[in-house]
């Protein structure tokens, strides 16, 4: 900063303003010292500066899954108001497992992040009230916090699975799937919750539901449970599916299209979360669509108003979910 400021012979406190406070120097003088850091080769050091701080310039997302659209359509969300912001964001994929996922917690801790934002495997996680504890902020991305425990953003996965299954049920099935896992995240158990519940309102016994468990949401799995699927009895075999995501939806599509299974007249199919690829199937997929962009923006701008704001009040943001109609259950 030294060779910086006598190159475009400013004073030190000049040179630091441009690198923090810009808004406080005349443009003539700014370009002259831009110019001087770009002749000189000036990189700031940004470990120093978040040291003294106490906090980097650097938000961080922890998804599920990376290979999973839904996430990436919520980092960019995320992604464009920090951009906005001047910060950056570090992705952390924890692969849905909590030991992982509490490895990248306390790496974000120490690396001073200005906050995190997270879709947890285990939304009462120990580590999710640690980090606010100790200055770090928190807001959860497609779970519901705890009365009192900070900011989340999330669309009512109850609801969700209601309308899958209540639409099915108004085309005509009786015998339906539940096709999804693991039972650990939360976004599973509330999907077949509402499921559950479309079953109850139309009257009918909640073993027509048959939980086709999988070990994780990915199309490898769909096609595995779809050849579970056809392997049942005729007499009891499910006429239509229901899947926690559009991943397992399509894979379990695309292997009982394989084997003959003609959809939807053999068995329909509804996904989760209206990903680009549902709409692009070899039949159409009809899922129930998240605002996945809004979801990443909203959650990040909870994120740094609690950051910057002292007057900051913790909100639990709910979207609601639609049902988009397409091939796969109407013909």
């Not at 701080?53 to 290979?67: F, H, Q, T």
Request: hydrophobic fraction near 45%; proline fraction near 5%.
């Amino acid at each position: 900063m030294k060779e910086v400021a006598a190159a475009a012979s400013v004073s030190l406190g000049t040179v630091s303003n441009v690198l923090n406070r810009p808004h406080l120097v005349s443009p003539r003088t700014r370009a002259r010292v831009e110019q001087a850091m770009e002749e000189l080769g000036f990189v700031r050091n940004e470990s120093a500066r978040a040291l003294r701080a106490g906090s980097s310039r650097i938000l961080a997302y922890v998804m599920l899954d990376p290979s999973n659209p839904f996430f990436t359509d919520v980092a960019t969300g995320i992604e464009e108001v920090a951009a906005a912001a001047d910060l950056s964001v570090f992705l952390c994929n924890s692969g849905e497992d909590a030991a992982r996922e509490a490895r990248y917690l306390d790496l974000l801790l120490e690396q001073r992040v200005q906050g995190v934002l997270i879709t947890p495997v285990d939304a009462g996680g120990e580590r999710l009230r640690t980090l606010p504890a100790r200055g770090t902020p928190v807001v959860l991305v497609d779970r519901v916090a705890g009365a009192g425990e900070g900011c989340s953003v999330s669309v009512d996965d109850v609801l969700g699975g209601e309308l899958a299954v209540t639409h099915l049920l108004e085309r005509g099935h009786e015998r339906i799937a539940f096709v999804g896992g693991p039972d650990a995240l939360g976004q599973v158990r509330d999907r077949r919750a509402g499921a559950l519940r479309a079953l109850e309102r139309a009257g009918l016994p909640p073993d027509r539901l048959t939980v086709l468990a999988t070990g994780a949401l990915t199309v490898a799995e769909g096609r595995g449970a779809a050849e579970r699927l056809v392997g049942l009895p005729a007499a009891r075999r499910p006429t239509a599916a229901f899947c926690a995501n559009d991943l397992v939806a399509l894979g379990l599509l695309q292997r009982c299209v394989g084997l003959g299974v003609a959809v939807p007249g053999d068995c329909a199919i509804v996904g989760y979360d209206d990903i680009d690829f549902a709409a692009a199937a070899a039949v159409p997929l009809t899922s129930v669509r998240q605002p996945r962009h809004l979801l990443g923006r909203t959650a990040a701008e909870l994120l740094l108003d609690e950051a910057s704001n002292p007057a900051h009040t913790h909100q639990a943001v709910q979207f609601t979910p639609e049902l988009v109609a397409r091939a796969s259950t109407v013909g």
